[in-house]
């Protein structure tokens, strides 16, 4: 039978902190907006500023998606190892 | 109130609002990287390496925010300091020509450093890279459902999923598609019996070998033109099945028969840019971006649209895959146009082109297509912005 090197309780904490990490990003995002963007006085760099700190809210929105859709994968994870070690459990 | 135009102090809290940001997914990804579970084996593997291309993409994160950041501090302070120049120049005696002429000369200058500081402001910034392609790499979801929220693709797209505007254009679309498509027949079929015509002419003239090819070619337009009567019949057919209220049929009515500029472009397309420009700017766009994004967008689509309904009539082709194929060509650059527009706003010719040759690999032969897209985006902008 194949060895299973991992405890299912090891990928729900590591779940959890990766979770941590999304929050915390989402957390940054809405105190950045909250800030907004001030009138640094000519057209072109009014433009250039909102242009800046609209990619670096969506590069914190996307880091954060990808960190939750990373604790989603270990939770899954950490379902698919128990229900191998269930099935393993009532072979035996 | 400055002499100098700028917010000084609001850039000033932003670049210490921006560095804290940075400071703090600095502090999560070395958290993340200190918290990486410890164990062997593929799954080990796989989990360290997927986690440790998260903590890469906060750590430029990190660096992106903190470069703007300092890049704005450095402005804040520049700024402040013209501002400072400025005011004190106004304070000075306007009694004699030397006086004046001092006080401009000061304004002047302070002018000058302001607007060096803003281009210097402008330069750093459009030099910080965003996450796009570093977040591209990261693998999506191994296990489990795709997470709510997420983007089209898996999380590493730059893409949004489609809005309530576009999926209303979407059904708009197939609603007036076979009209249009039925339309585009009964244009080549009139086409095609003027030539019949013609040809029938010439049958009756010349030498015996004449007469005989012309008949021949008479025959095969007289075949065109019925293929093409028959097409606009089953594509009004289909347009007379469609459960499709009265009302739309006016929405989709040129805004204006009478100019030839506005007789090609439907009233609904106009609500939809309207609609979209409106959710845009809700959404925290500034007007000439929602503007530029919906015009290019539904002009592409339109061009899109009205290209393939050409090439598929042109073939003889009938019946509903034609209607969704044509359908779906204005939706795909229509979407993806209005994507570009947003993401790489500052650059909406290479956008466009970008756009079309992803539209010439999802679609095949549709080359022709997306140079028409980028057209009509470039178009769509001139007209908009001169």
């Known amino acids: 039978m194949r060895q299973i090197d991992v405890e299912p309780s090891e990928l729900v904490t590591a779940g959890g902190c990766v979770d941590l990490v999304a929050h915390a990003l989402l957390v940054m995002r809405s105190q950045l907006l909250a800030v907004g963007s001030p009138d640094p006085g000519r057209a072109d760099t009014r433009s250039g500023l909102a242009v800046t700190m609209e990619r670096l809210l969506r590069d914190l929105a996307l880091s954060g998606q990808v960190a939750v859709g990373h604790a989603d994968d270990l939770r899954a994870a950490a379902s698919a190892y128990r229900a191998v070690e269930a099935r393993a459990v009532r072979t035996r | ?386």
């Not at chain 2, 993409?57 to 300092?70: K, P, T, Y």
């Not at chain 2, 004699?96 to 402008?122: F, G, H, K, N, W």
């Not at chain 2, 042109?314 to 993401?343: C, D, K, R």
Request: net charge neutral; aromatic share 4%; proline share 5%.
């Open chain 2, 1 to 386: 109130m400055s002499l100098i135009a700028g917010d000084a102090a609001g850039c000033a809290v932003l670049a210490r609002a921006l560095g804290r940001v940075a400071a703090g997914v600095a502090a999560q990804a070395r958290a993340l990287r200190s918290c990486l579970p410890i164990w062997n084996g593929a799954a080990g593997d796989a989990e360290r390496s997927s986690a440790l291309l998260l903590s890469d993409l906060l750590d430029a994160q990190a660096d992106r925010l903190a470069g703007a950041g300092r890049a704005l501090a450095e402005f804040a302070a520049d700024l402040e300091g013209a501002q400072r120049q400025a005011s004190a120049a106004d304070c000075l005696p306007r009694q004699t020509p030397d006086d004046l002429a001092e006080r401009a000369r000061i304004l002047a200058v302070a002018r000058r450093s302001a607007d060096l500081a803003q281009d210097r402001l402008l330069t750093r910034l459009r030099g910080l890279d965003t996450l796009g392609p570093v977040v591209t790499g990261v693998p999506g979801p191994v296990m489990g459902p795709a997470v709510p929220g997420t983007t089209a693709q898996g999380p590493g797209s730059p893409l949004s999923l489609p809005g309530p505007v576009d999926l209303i254009d979407l059904v708009n679309s197939l609603v007036m598609a076979p009209s249009a498509l039925a339309g585009e027949a009964a244009k080549r079929a009139l086409a095609a019996g003027l030539a019949a015509r013609s040809l029938k002419d010439a049958t009756r003239t010349g030498s015996a070998a004449e007469r005989a090819l012309a008949r021949a070619e008479w025959r095969e337009a007289l075949r065109n033109y019925r293929h093409l009567r028959g097409s606009e019949r089953a594509f009004a057919a289909t347009a007379g099945r469609l459960p499709a209220p009265s009302w739309l049929t006016r929405v989709n009515s040129p805004l204006s028969e009478a100019l030839p500029v506005v007789r090609s472009i439907p009233v609904a397309s106009v609500l939809v840019v309207g609609a979209g420009t409106g959710l845009d700017v809700l959404a925290g766009k500034s007007v000439p971006m929602a503007l530029t994004k919906n015009v290019a967008a539904t002009a592409a689509g339109m061009a899109a649209f009205s290209g393939a309904s050409t090439v598929l009539v042109g073939a003889g082709v009938v019946g509903g895959p034609v209607v969704l194929g044509a359908v779906a060509a204005g939706f795909i650059v229509s979407y993806g146009v209005g994507q570009a527009v947003e993401h790489w706003g500052d650059d909406v010719a290479d956008a466009a082109s970008a756009v079309g040759d992803a539209v010439g690999d999802v679609a095949s032969g549709a080359k022709d297509l997306a140079g028409g897209a980028g057209k009509a985006v470039s178009g769509a902008w001139n007209s908009v912005f001169g």
